[in-house]
């Protein structure tokens, strides 16, 4: 899924970027302390990282590192669910 973000949280403000979050390497649930509204941090293969909101289907963020989306997770009030979860394909080839 290639989603375009604006200047709002495009890095380096003003330009739009462009960034498929289809295939992340792991992903973990994320929670308000009602449980009522769940985000999803992906970790991207470029190292980046998504803040995804199912319930938009979009992407809120894209960060750099992972200290910066659980700053910004826990800023929002927002507290992890279910931990790292890696893709299938990954499991296989570690084996």
């Known amino acids: 899924m290639d989603v375009s973000l604006g200047s709002k ?3 380096g403000g ?3 970027e462009t960034v498929d979050h289809s295939d992340p390497r792991w992903f973990e649930v994320w929670a308000t302390h009602e449980g009522d509204y ?4 992906k970790a991207l293969r470029d190292g980046r990282f998504v803040i995804y909101d199912p ?4 992407v809120d963020s ?3 590192s992972y200290d910066e989306a659980e700053i910004s997770l826990a800023e ?3 507290v992890l669910i279910a931990g790292r979860e890696r893709r299938d ?3 296989e080839a570690s084996h």
């Open 9 to 11: 949280d495009a890095p």
């Open 38 to 41: 769940l985000l999803v941090l």
């Open 62 to 64: 894209i960060l750099s």
């Open 89 to 91: 394909d990954e499991d």
């Open 14 to 16: 003003g330009q739009e």
């Open 55 to 58: 319930q938009a289907k979009a």
């Open 76 to 78: 929002d009030e927002f």
